[in-house]
């Protein structure tokens, strides 16, 4: 069993960043991929950004350019730093980890933008 324990989150004003992150408790080097979504009121879950095992990063076209995911494989770690923050980024942000053929989710952490 993987758990993923997220933190960060909170409310930013428009332009503002946050950085959130997911300490996972195996190596992430064992996981195929880690990932953020994200899921606003009355929409269904969408993924934001994506790390493959191998480095490869993917990020959803709203986000690119202003959204950065990384690592740090000491920590089992992985983050979202969100930069530019528009209100539409406002949403219930979730980790999620493909580890042992298996998906698994952190808790989700609501991100705020508002003025």
């Known amino acids: 069993q993987v758990q993923l324990v997220v933190s960060g989150g909170g409310l930013v004003q428009p332009g503002g960043s946050l950085r959130l992150a997911c300490a996972a408790s195996?190596?992430?080097?064992?996981?195929?991929?880690m990932a953020w979504h994200r899921q606003a009121p009355g929409r269904q879950r969408e993924l934001v950004a994506s790390?493959?095992?191998?480095?490869?990063?993917h990020y959803a076209e709203d986000v690119k350019g202003r959204f950065t995911i990384s690592r740090d494989i000491a920590k089992n770690t992985v983050y979202l730093q969100m930069s530019s923050l528009k209100l539409e980024d406002t949403a219930v942000y979730y980790c999620?980890?493909?580890?042992?053929?298996?998906?698994?989710w952190g808790q989700g952490t609501q991100v705020t933008v508002s003025s």
């Open positions: 790390l493959a095992r191998d480095g490869f990063a």
């Open positions: 195996v190596s992430i080097s064992d996981c195929n991929a």
């Open positions: 999620n980890a493909v580890c042992y053929f298996n998906n698994y």
